[in-house]
T-cell receptor
Framework: EAAVTQSPRSKVAVTGGKVTLSCHQT?????MYWYRQDTGHGLRLIHY???????EKGDIPDGYKASRPSQENFSLILELASLSQTAVYFC???????????FGHGTKLSVL | GDSVTQTEGLVTLTKGLPVMLNCTYQ??????LFWYVQHLNEAPKLLLK?????KRTEHQGFYATLHKSSSSFHLQKSSVQLSDSALYFC??????????FGTGTSLLVDP
């Protein structure tokens, strides 16, 4: 079974602070994704990457940056955290086009 | 752009009854459709996948048929169990790198 590990599992941040969410995969997958989950909105794509050192904007990128320093690692950065960014964040990897996503267990972020 | 619509936010059923969760989509490209299931406090996991028109796909008692003529990929099961209580997402891919998800349907199964 493919493995995607997220850290931390939960975090409380202050408004205006910087938050970094980390994701590590051991699947040797090229594609990695960051989604956020909110009640009533399902899963929405923030950023994704299909190769190391390159990231692409998803559907809701505002307020977020992403970094893919290696094939295995993909980070999501909130430079100035806001209350509206309270959500559960999922990282996922995929072997290619139209293939299944393998999700991490999620990070519950609370911005106060 | 692409979109996925799941009309039911919550479905409540008694154990042993059949269920159908609706999913329709919009895309201008050839679609791949997925159903993901997320149990409480767990990560979403793939349940079903299809890109073949009018072919039934089955897994773990669940089944779905992609109908391109009606842009639908409804999820069905003939007899739900307590363990089927979860959040179900329909998702669409269309030759791109990303998956577009619906808003999800919560299924609650009563004893």
């Amino acid at each position: 079974e493919a493995a995607v590990t997220q850290s931390p599992r939960s975090k409380v941040a202050v408004t205006g602070g910087k938050v970094t969410l980390s994701c590590h995969q051991t699947n040797n997958h090229d594609y990695m994704y960051w989604y956020r989950q909110d009640t009533g909105h399902g899963l929405r794509l923030i950023h994704y990457s299909y190769v190391a050192d390159s990231t692409e904007k998803g559907d809701i990128p505002d307020g977020y940056k992403a970094s893919r320093p290696s094939q295995e690692n993909f980070s999501l950065i909130l430079e100035l955290a806001s209350l509206s960014q309270t959500a559960v964040y999922f990282c996922a990897s995929s072997p290619g086009h139209n293939e299944r996503l393998f999700f991490g267990h999620g990070t519950k972020l609370s911005v106060l | 752009g692409d979109s996925v619509t799941q009309t039911e936010g919550l479905v409540t059923l008694t154990k042993g009854l059949p269920v159908m969760l609706n999913c329709t989509y919009q895309t201008t490209y050839s679609p791949f459709l997925f159903w993901y299931v997320q149990h409480l406090n767990e990560a979403p996991k793939l349940l079903l996948k299809s890109s073949t028109d009018n072919k039934r796909t089955e897994h773990q008692g669940f089944y779905a048929t992609l109908h391109k003529s009606s842009s639908s990929f409804h999820l069905q099961k003939s007899s739900v169990q307590l363990s089927d209580s979860a959040l179900y997402f329909c998702a669409l891919s269309n030759m791109g790198y990303k998956l577009t998800f619906g808003t999800g349907t919560s299924l609650l199964v009563d004893p």
